[in-house]
């Protein structure tokens, strides 16, 4: 019931949020996630909203971004976004493996699923970066 709030919540925040789409958006939902987990209760929550709130950036970053690209551009952005959603996915089932080979070895652990979401959000921010540089350099254009 707790996670259910939490992921509501999160949802709730990253629709109100005005992001200015920067890399100050991204240090400040570093900043909440690393508070939150230093408050040392309902971790695992900590980092799926970290992933949640990554997720959406991205996804509010890219579309961003395409509104101001020619036809050319987006196509390319697409081209692009597909090959890193097939190595995101990848990753991601590599993730889900060792912990799937981790648990059946040594029984589940609490910050198993703490880390996977923890290194999906950090794999989903390291595009977020990508794509901000992009949008930055787009925009001097």
Sequence with gaps: MLMKLILLLCIF????????????????IENRYQECLDSGEFMTSCAVTFYYHMDSLLNRVYTKLQKGMDSL?????KKEETKWLAKRDMYFDKLELTLAKKTKEHGPAYDDQMQLFNDKALFVQNRVLELLKKFSKFKKQ
């Design 73 to 77: 551009q987006k196509t390319a952005l």
């Design 13 to 28: 925040l990253c629709g109100k949020a005005t992001f200015s789409q920067t890399k100050q958006t991204v240090d400040s």
